[in-house]
Each structure stands twice: as structure tokens, then as C-alpha cells.
């Protein structure tokens, strides 16, 4: 099984669409389950995820996590041996669970599954496609969940980088396999978190002092 985890923070506007993009797999149904971490929202997520609770499975933080902090409280209630994340603000291609899982079951050797993605503006045109291997980012990689649990998971002290973090810890042990297919959409908007410059370059910082040592 896999479990597709959906951490959202005041993301209201753009929630429905990557639950949508979830729910309308090809996968067959009984072969995966949607997780959504509501982030202690303070717009209208909430009330939007009510929507769906029926369709997937909801919680609702009372405190904020931060990213890493939700992410984890999402692996740690999946159900599936494999992990995946989409971003509330982004979507994908409804082949994409069926591909990586596909990958990762006849491919023993394969630790993760990443593919290639679109950039897409507001409207969802597309702008460009991206190679993973050339410009990761956090999201639309297939995990092997046990592995992930190996490596400590999110370090939850990072409130930004924390994708790099885990992919280099991650990578000290294990593989990340790029199937060249753009089937993950990534939304560039102005509250993009990579964004924010200050929290970048603070948390590049604290991510090449805990790898330096």
C-alpha cells in the first residue's frame, strides 16, 4: 500500500486541488489512502478539509508543527510500506502513484522513486519541465517508509531545508531512482516558502553545520 501525505498550512486556497490531483489516481483505490496534516491552520483549511473527510483521512493539528514536525506526524499514522508527499499547494499526474509504485515493487534494489516535474504558475500553465536530478525538491518521491524510519526522519528542528536535510542524510545509506516523466506539478506562487531569504539562509547555515561535523 501507499500512503500520500498532504501537510498543509494556511494553504486554503490551493488544498483542494492537490487532494483532487490525490484522489483521482489511477491507482486502484484499496491500494493506497490519502493523509492530510492540517498544520493548526488559521484560515479556512480546515472547513475546506471537512469536505473530504469522508474521502481521506484529516487531522488537525492543535499546535503547529512546522513542516518537518507535520511531515512525520503523517508518516508516523501511514499505513502504507510506501511514503509519498505532495505539497497542499502543488498537484500530479494521475499515473504518478501507479509508476513509483510500480518501480519500487519490481525493482528490489530501489530505495526511492523520484520523476521529473513541471513548474506551473497560478493558473497551473505550464512554465517548464525540470529534471529531479539536476534540481530536487522535496516532494512526489516515492519512499520505502522503513527506510525512512532508519534515517530518523525529519529533523524537526529545521523550519526550512529540511527536504535537504533528510535527502542527505538519506543518501548516506540509500538510492533515489529519477524516472525522466514530468508527472509532478510544482506551483510557483509569492508565499512559496523558498521565498523567504532570511529563513533560508539561516537554516543553510544550521544545514552545513550539522553535516560538517
Not at 2 to 24: F, G, P
Not at 79 to 96: E, V
Not at 119 to 141: F, M, T, W, Y
Not at 183 to 212: A, F, I, P, V
Amino acid at each position: 500500500m501507499v500512503s500520500l501525505i498532504i501537510t498543509t498550512y494556511n494553504y486554503a486556497q490551493y488544498v483542494e486541488r492537490a487532494i483532487r490531483s490525490a484522489l483521482d489516481q489511477s491507482l486502484s483505490k484499496d491500494l493506497y489512502e490519502v493523509i492530510v496534516v492540517n498544520d493548526c491552520s488559521t484560515d479556512h483549511t480546515q472547513e475546506v478539509l471537512s469536505n473530504y473527510e469522508n474521502q481521506v483521512r484529516v487531522f488537525n493539528l492543535e499546535q503547529n508543527l512546522g513542516l518537518a514536525g507535520a511531515r512525520n506526524f503523517g508518516i508516523k499514522k501511514a499505513k502504507g510500506q510506501f511514503i509519498i508527499f505532495l505539497d497542499a499547494d502543488d498537484y500530479m499526474h494521475r499515473d504518478t502513484l501507479r509508476v513509483q509504485k510500480l518501480f519500487l515493487e519490481e525493482n528490489n534494489a530501489l530505495d526511492a522513486v523520484s520523476v521529473d516535474y513541471y513548474l506551473v504558475d497560478e493558473r497551473g500553465k505550464h512554465l517548464s519541465h525540470v529534471n529531479s536530478n539536476e534540481q530536487p525538491i522535496a516532494c512526489g518521491i516515492m519512499f520505502r517508509k522503513d527506510f525512512l524510519y532508519n534515517i530518523g526522519l525529519y529533523d524537526e528542528s529545521f523550519r526550512a531545508r529540511e527536504e535537504e536535510d533528510l535527502r542527505m542524510r538519506w543518501q548516506e545509506k540509500y538510492n533515489i531512482y529519477n524516472i525522466i516523466l514530468p508527472l509532478y506539478r510544482y506551483r510557483m506562487h509569492q508565499n512559496n516558502l523558498t521565498k523567504n531569504q532570511d529563513e533560508m539562509d539561516k537554516h543553510q547555515e544550521l544545514l552545513n553545520s550539522k553535516h560538517s561535523k
